[in-house]
Antibody, heavy 124, light 108 residues
Framework: EVQLVESGGGLVQPGGSLRLSCAAS????????MSWVRQAPGKGLEWVSV???????YYADSVKGRFTISRHNSKNTLYLQMNSLRAEDTAVYYC??????????????????WGQGTMVTVSS | SSELTQDPAVSVALGQTVRITCQGD??????ASWYQQKPGQAPVLVIY???NRPSGIPDRFSGSSSGNTASLTITGAQAEDEADYYC???????????FGGGTKLTVL
């Protein structure tokens, strides 16, 4: 079964750090584009970061320089290292697979597999 | 970075047709994908590409696009379709992604 399971969320003080993990099963993390998406309480979805199969990484402006996305190929796991956390980083964090393909209409991609999410609360 | 704009809320009578729209400059270059999210649950992909449905998504869901606007249409809305719907695409830079603000669909 294709599945993503996040872990590592919790309560952390402002300025603190936290590392989220996302264990994949049924497919290979390193062969896919993988992403983190977050959702603050009562708010919409916000894209956070992506790691391409080739290893390139990109970040939303709101987390650039503070968050780092990575993967461990042998563990088939995605990570999000979050440093210098702020109250506004409080959210449910989802990992997701981005599947891409080409057809007659050109390039297409979509977040086709999502984890159940892990809650991060930044508060003193 | 680009933005995707959605109406905050839309309602539809049971069994009727509803269209949820998403506007943004990036949609001139990339197709939108659409996600359904029910309370307390992770988002679920319902439409991607020109008009593709993942396995298990009912055929009452369809997608279309014109210029800078993408649309999700539900033909014959059911009570279980009541949810938040989000559009998504790459942004104009091509290496970042962006979600719309979401549309809360109420089925009356």
């Amino acid at each position: 079964e294709v599945q993503l399971v996040e872990s590592g969320g919790g309560l952390v003080q402002p300025g603190g750090s936290l590392r989220l993990s996302c264990a994949a099963s049924g497919f290979t993390v390193s062969s896919n584009y993988m992403s983190w998406v977050r959702q603050a309480p009562g708010k919409g979805l916000e894209w956070v970061s992506v790691i391409y199969s080739g290893g390139s990484t990109y970040y939303a402006d709101s987390v650039k320089g503070r968050f780092t996305i990575s993967r461990h190929n042998s563990k088939n796991t995605l990570y999000l290292q979050m440093n210098s956390l702020r109250a506004e980083d409080t959210a449910v964090y989802y990992c997701a697979r981005i599947s891409y393909y080409y057809d007659s209409s050109g390039y297409n991609d979509a977040f086709d597999i999502w984890g159940q999410g892990t809650m991060v609360t930044v508060s003193s | 970075s680009s933005e995707l704009t959605q109406d905050p809320a839309v309602s539809v009578a049971l069994g009727q047709t509803v269209r949820i729209t998403c506007q943004g400059d990036s949609l001139r270059s990339y197709y939108a994908s659409w996600y359904q999210q029910k309370p307390g649950q992770a988002p679920v992909l319902v439409i991607y590409g020109k008009n593709n449905r993942p396995s298990g998504i009912p055929d009452r869901f369809s997608g279309s696009s014109s210029g800078n606007t993408a649309s999700l249409t539900i033909t014959g809305a059911q009570a279980e379709d009541e949810a938040d719907y989000y559009c998504n695409s790459r942004d104009s830079s091509g290496n970042l992604w962006v979600f719309g603000g979401g549309t809360k669909l109420t089925v009356l």
